[in-house]
């Protein structure tokens, strides 16, 4: 009886350093975001400037971790790392398409830019993991 592999580690070390780099992309260009949010803080004074410093923190905060996450976890194929920016980036995509994206505040092309940013890492990570799971299972 011989075996053989259907996906090799390699492939899934290759798709989850990928996916890692997408979403260090989304981690850099939420970064900016952040900073952008903290300028528009600036001109404000009160309960104003402090929720929207307190918006800007909570990005940056987003942002940081999903690069953390990237770097250490995704990069490694982890299983962990996978679901972690997987839900985090995913729910701040899915919040700003739907409160910024679809009421209109934003063009199109702009604002599907980043979702479309984090659906890359998605499905590179997603493509890492499926080739770690059948890289561990013979075919007979």
Excluded: C
Aim: charged fraction near 15%.
């Amino acid at each position: 009886m011989e075996t053989r592999k259907i996906a090799t580690a390699a492939e899934g070390a290759t798709w989850a350093r990928i996916g890692a780099g997408f979403y260090v992309v989304w981690g850099l260009f939420h970064l900016r975001v952040a900073y952008d949010i903290y300028e528009l803080g600036v001109g404000q004074s009160g309960l104003t400037q402090g929720r929207i410093f307190q918006l800007a923190a909570y990005m940056l905060t987003i942002s940081l971790f999903v690069i953390s996450v990237a770097v250490l976890k995704n990069s490694r194929n982890d299983r962990t790392g996978y679901w972690l920016n997987l839900i985090v980036a995913g729910w701040a995509d899915l919040i700003w398409v739907a409160v910024v994206v679809a009421p209109g505040y934003v063009g199109l092309l702009r604002g599907l830019a980043p979702p479309a940013i984090f659906l890359a890492g998605a499905a590179a990570t997603t493509l890492a993991r499926r080739a770690r799971i059948l890289s561990d299972q013979p075919v007979i």
